[in-house]
């Protein structure tokens, strides 16, 4: 038979569970693609200094012998032959303070983080039977990895209930140990009560941890992110690690994370201070006849994740100035324009429509087919000439699918596992017999019936933020409609993507922060990507508006055809989340479970010895305040403990409504039967008396001293 150990089981168990979670949750941020799974180095630092922690090995050569290895396991994981020149290369390149995408020296520090954070909390746990300062650090890492790698919240939640767990398992194995090794006498029931107890303790904390994850102090964070040196240590970071998946990569305009992200979502809850923060100035200057929704560009995403947006990978570019950056596409109209950027030191530069060339040399970021996804360049004010469509509503409906590259048309049609009900909207919005074009006007009419607002919360985590919108909260911002525009097109096969920037408003030069959007664009073979704009309410730039001059803007409600030319169909009724739905799925599962297992172990709970018998009425006996009983006979401690029950009572109305109208009594007789059976196995030459006879009767016990220690008086 396999001896406990002195830790005890749980402590073993919450041990390995609380590794797997806290490897599992640095294998979901994915910061290297190229990364393989952690979880076995994690287990095997768990096992090594768990080893190292059972031998009587002083500590520095403890710690030598740990480093070596996990260091040695660390290399061989990333080593590919060219170890030590990437790195060289990588040391150089930071050297210069230039951008590198070398993800070989972060996916070591990573490796090495989880390697001693792991192996610190084993040797704290077994070693010094102390493992809270361990888990503080291991749990700091893991909260910055769910922070900016951005982790589901369940799998924060477990870690931090399994954390807790640990901490009180070791503490009550502790304490164990120091009782015995003192030969105090306690019940084995102490050790079943703790473990329900703290059962309950973690569900509950669990629950409540995962509402108040969604408690957010917005100005205090925007407030740290604004302070200088996190601005400088951000800034070198994403230089020095330009090829790690993370959600800042909005700063420099690499690619953003795995799981993506909603572009615009600061705008949510419409701060005072977005209306009077002015990111630029700009001057136009044009001749010609330009189509609507035209915007001030920054940036396309033309993956969508199920969860937000992000961008496949980007080949940068260097392009002199005033060379051109894409070849114009049919019907386009060259747009002049000065912009001064006033917000911060931001590198990606905005221009109205499709950048074409710069007054200075710049970066062109170029992705799928060589499609120009942000430009960048440190230069704050600068002149640009940009490309915008002036192709006529006639010619676009001369544009079928068939025209478009395959290539093109796989890549900016894919989707990910969407629910069932957004395809089928979808497909309810156009026929066969309409042009791509019509098709796309027909998806931008139906999302103008939702109204606009800012005063919304994020999406629920897990939740699709497109299906959310159409049929569970029915209003939105422009990462909503935007958002949905490119998914339903997608879901009909029409190629499209996401564009971020600014509103281009008729009536100033200045842009202010709160002009943040998102806008679709669809890709019309020779005449390129069309800008449209399916958020309700807003002034588009009309078609058919002429200028010398910046700025000469004609205000129309919508910018398209009214959604009465079209056979849509209504807005879906509103669903409402049922209380077993979202987080509650998982609330009410946890306790279900832990109530399974509840019953389950005090159904199979063995009937206590009459040591364990004797030592409850101790307790009993403590809660009543006896005194002085350990220099007491059996029979003594019996006659002071009746005597103290005579003291104590019920409120006539515990009685009447429990039906415990001779509590007194039946404790009295329970605890004469279990002393005179004790005294008799002590003192004399039987050592087969027996207290309680049987389960039902010992329950019974267990229930009257439950009333008396709750409503006792």
């Known amino acids: 038979m396999i001896q406990r150990p002195r830790e005890g089981w749980s402590t073993y168990l919450l041990l390995l569970l609380l590794v797997w979670l806290a490897a599992t949750a640095v294998q979901e941020a994915?910061?290297?693609?190229?990364?393989?799974?952690?979880?076995?180095?994690?287990?095997?630092?768990?096992?090594?200094?768990?080893?190292?922690?059972?031998?009587?090995?002083?500590?520095?050569?403890?710690?030598?012998?740990?480093?070596l290895v996990g260091l040695t396991l660390a290399i061989l994981q990333v080593n590919d032959g060219q170890l030590l020149a990437r790195l060289t290369a990588w040391m150089t390149t930071v050297r210069r303070s230039e951008l590198t995408d070398e993800t070989l020296p972060f996916a070591l520090a990573l490796l090495l983080l989880v390697w001693f954070g792991v192996a610190f909390v084993g040797w704290m746990t077994l070693r010094l039977q102390r493992p809270l300062p361990a888990l503080l650090l291991l749990s700091i890492g893991i909260g910055l990895n769910a922070r900016f790698g951005r982790i589901e919240q369940p799998l924060i939640l477990l870690y931090a209930a399994t954390a807790l767990g640990l901490q009180l398992a070791t503490h009550f194995g502790k304490t164990i140990a120091r009782w015995q090794q003192a030969r105090v006498t306690f019940s084995a029931e102490i050790r079943q009560n703790w473990q329900v107890t703290n059962l309950f303790l973690l569900v509950g904390l669990l629950g409540l941890?995962?509402?108040?994850?969604?408690?957010?102090?917005?100005?205090?964070?925007?407030?740290?992110?604004?302070?200088?040196?996190?601005?400088?240590?951000?800034?070198?970071?994403?230089?020095?690690?330009?090829?790690?998946?993370?959600?800042?990569?909005?700063?420099?305009?690499?690619s953003s994370t795995a799981q993506?992200?909603?572009?615009?979502?600061?705008?949510?809850?419409?701060?005072?201070?977005?209306?009077?923060?002015?990111?630029?100035?700009?001057?136009?200057?044009?001749?010609?006849e330009i189509r609507p929704n035209i915007h001030w560009r920054a940036v396309s995403y033309d993956i969508y994740t199920g969860r937000g947006w992000a961008r496949s990978a980007e080949t940068p570019r260097s392009f002199p100035a005033t060379q051109p950056l894409i070849p114009a596409s049919n019907a386009t109209i060259p747009i002049s324009q000065t912009v001064e950027w006033l917000l911060d030191d931001r590198q990606v530069r905005y221009t109205f429509g499709q950048p074409q060339q710069f007054d200075h040399a710049t970066t062109a970021h170029l992705g799928h087919a060589d499609a120009l996804i942000w430009v960048e360049s440190d230069q704050r004010r600068y002149q640009a000439v940009s490309l915008v469509s002036g192709a006529q509503s006639a010619?676009?409906?001369?544009?079928?699918?068939?025209?478009?590259?395959?290539?093109?048309?796989?890549?900016?049609?894919?989707?990910?596992?969407?629910?069932?009900?957004?395809?089928?909207?979808?497909?309810?919005?156009?026929?066969?017999?309409?042009?791509?074009?019509?098709?796309?006007?027909?998806?931008?009419?139906y999302l103008k019936q939702f109204p606009y607002s800012l005063d919304l919360a994020a999406p629920p985590l897990g939740r699709d933020p497109v299906d959310f919108f159409l049929f569970d909260q029915q209003r939105?911002?422009?990462?909503?409609?935007?958002?949905?525009?490119?998914?339903?097109?997608?879901?009909?096969?029409?190629?499209?993507?996401?564009?971020?920037?600014?509103?281009?408003?008729?009536e100033t030069d200045v842009v202010y922060q709160i002009d943040g959007h998102s806008w679709a664009e669809i890709y019309f073979g020779d005449y390129g990507w069309i800008e449209f704009e399916p958020t309700a309410?807003?002034?588009?730039?009309?078609?058919?508006?002429?200028?010398?001059?910046?700025?000469?803007?004609?205000?129309?409600?919508?910018?398209?055809?009214?959604?009465?030319?079209?056979?849509?169909?209504?807005?879906?009724?509103?669903?409402?989340?049922?209380?077993?739905?979202?987080?509650?799925?998982?609330?009410?599962?946890?306790?279900?479970?832990?109530?399974?297992?509840?019953?389950?172990?005090?159904?199979?709970?063995?009937?206590?010895?009459?040591?364990?018998?004797?030592?409850?009425?101790?307790g009993l006996a403590d809660q009543l305040n006896v005194p002085n009983q350990r220099a007491q006979t059996p029979a003594e401690f019996q006659l002071v403990l009746e005597r103290r029950l005579a003291q104590v009572w019920l409120s006539r109305r515990v009685v009447k409504w429990f039906g415990v109208g001779e509590w007194r009594e039946e404790i009295g007789r329970f605890s004469?039967?279990?002393?005179?059976?004790?005294?008799?196995?002590?003192y004399s030459q039987s050592k087969t008396a027996t207290g309680v006879q049987n389960s039902a009767e010992w329950r019974h016990l267990r229930w009257l001293v439950w009333l008396l220690r709750r409503f006792g008086q």
């Open 209 to 254: 941890g995962y509402w108040l994850a969604d408690v957010r102090s917005v100005r205090v964070a925007q407030a740290f992110a604004s302070w200088e040196p996190i601005q400088r240590s951000e800034v070198w970071l994403l230089k020095s690690f330009a090829g790690v998946n993370t959600p800042w990569r909005e700063l420099l305009g690499g």
């Open 260 to 288: 993506g992200f909603l572009p615009r979502a600061y705008l949510l809850g419409n701060a005072p201070e977005l209306r009077e923060t002015v990111v630029m100035r700009t001057q136009l200057a044009y001749v010609g």
């Open 395 to 445: 010619e676009l409906n001369t544009v079928t699918t068939a025209d478009i590259d395959p290539t093109i048309l796989t890549h900016y049609t894919t989707l990910p596992r969407i629910p069932a009900r957004v395809t089928a909207l979808a497909q309810s919005l156009v026929t066969s017999e309409m042009t791509p074009f019509q098709q796309a006007q027909a998806i931008e009419a």
């Open 537 to 618: 309410g807003f002034g588009t730039r009309a078609a058919g508006t002429t200028g010398e001059t910046a700025n000469q803007f004609v205000e129309d409600e919508f910018g398209m055809p009214d959604g009465s030319s079209f056979n849509l169909p209504p807005v879906p009724d509103q669903v409402v989340e049922r209380p077993i739905q979202g987080r509650w799925r998982l609330l009410l599962g946890t306790i279900s479970i832990t109530l399974l297992g509840l019953v389950i172990r005090l159904w199979r709970r063995p009937f206590p010895s009459l040591d364990e018998q004797f030592a409850f009425l101790h």
């Open 672 to 682: 004469h039967a279990i002393t005179q059976a004790f005294a008799t196995r002590q």
């Open 476 to 506: 939105g911002y422009c990462d909503y409609y935007a958002s949905a525009m490119v998914v339903l097109a997608r879901a009909v096969g029409l190629p499209a993507r996401l564009g971020s920037g600014f509103i281009a408003r008729a």
């Open 30 to 67: 994915r910061w290297v693609d190229d990364l393989t799974d952690i979880r076995p180095l994690a287990f095997g630092a768990l096992l090594v200094s768990g080893g190292v922690a059972k031998m009587r090995v002083r500590v520095p050569q403890a710690w030598l012998a740990i480093g």
